[in-house]
């Protein structure tokens, strides 16, 4: 009987891939990482086998992968040291004897070239560092999620209009619903060893554009403004927002107008079955229009 472990467990992506490989595989095959007991509690109350341990505890992860044949690692949320703990989790299911190890990446255009570097560059590192340690391996590089836009965009974007510095740049984004089924559909099958997926959206979209879809669903005219960098980092200072989120705000917006994410790839769409949520959709639901 092979042996599963899903990294990032309680986190969105990884509580819908859970959720998803339940219907798929059988719970004695599944074990997920949590932090403790009791953020392992949902999990532990369905059957599933908890294990306890963090990215940055290597003995934690190391008992945790006693047993293991292959692991989800979902990228570490925590920037600080990104790489250092997707090397421990690489590290210790190797140590253990774990044959495959899927990762979920980025699926951006080029890395060298984007202003997204600084806080994407690590995803790369981490795949080349899989690769280095031997494992056989899945990439699966996700698209932006189409669930980030109402935080770039806010939750009064009919009333203030779409602000934000993207120009036309063009995003294939992806519903984080779809991609857990596809990550689940992926894990679930065979074949996918030493593959490299692009899990993105089927058609790209401009910021224009989603304003657009909010003034046709809303029937109010919300407009869209492409402020300078600064300027849009004066506004998110005004707000009071933390210097990190600034940042990100900041940087994420150059590279979507860097068209860093307008790469289209079919992938999603052939492991969920069916044509991805589009984007329209999305907004409709996440702005109850």
């Known amino acids: 009987m ?9 986190g969105q992506l990884g509580s819908q891939i859970v959720s998803e490989l339940t219907a798929k595989h059988p719970i004695a095959e599944l074990s997920v990482l949590a932090r403790s007991t009791e953020k392992g509690l949902p999990f532990s109350e369905k059957g599933i086998t908890v294990k306890i341990g963090n990215y940055q505890d290597q003995s934690s992860l190391l008992e945790a992968m006693k047993g293991i044949d292959s692991v989800l690692l979902i990228s570490s949320s925590d920037f600080n040291d990104r790489i250092g703990q997707h090397k421990n989790v690489i590290d210790a299911a190797k140590a253990a004897g774990v044959q495959h ?8 255009k080029d890395i ?13 590192e981490t795949e080349a560092y899989i690769k280095q340690s ?6 699966l590089r996700n ?10 965009i ?3 974007v009919l009333e203030t209009g779409v602000f934000f510095p993207a120009g036309e740049g063009k995003v294939a984004f992806a519903n984080r619903n779809d991609l857990a089924k596809a990550i689940a559909q992926i894990i679930a099958s065979n074949g996918h060893e030493n593959k490299t997926y692009h899990l993105t959206g089927s058609q790209a979209h401009s910021f224009t554009e989603i304003a657009s879809y909010l003034s046709e669903l809303s029937g109010k005219e919300v407009p869209y403004i492409s402020p300078s960098s600064a300027d849009f980092e004066n506004a998110l200072k005004g707000f009071g927002l933390p210097e990190s989120i600034i ?3 900041v940087l994420f917006a150059a590279g979507m107008k860097n068209n860093d994410f307008e790469e289209v790839d079919s992938s999603l769409k ?7 949520t589009s984007l329209k959709a999305f907004l409709k639901e996440a702005y109850q229009l």
């Open 134 to 139: 031997g494992l056989t391996y899945t990439f």
């Open 247 to 249: 940042t990100m705000s």
């Open 143 to 152: 698209s932006l999620y189409a669930d980030v836009v109402p935080m770039f």
């Open 112 to 124: 060298e070239t984007s202003p997204l570097k600084p806080l994407l560059g690590d995803h790369f």
């Open 270 to 276: 052939t492991f969920i079955g069916q044509e991805p």
């Open 2 to 10: 092979s042996q599963l472990l899903i990294t990032g467990a309680t």
């Open 101 to 108: 190890i899927f990762y979920t990446g980025v699926a951006i």
């Open 154 to 156: 806010g939750a009064n």
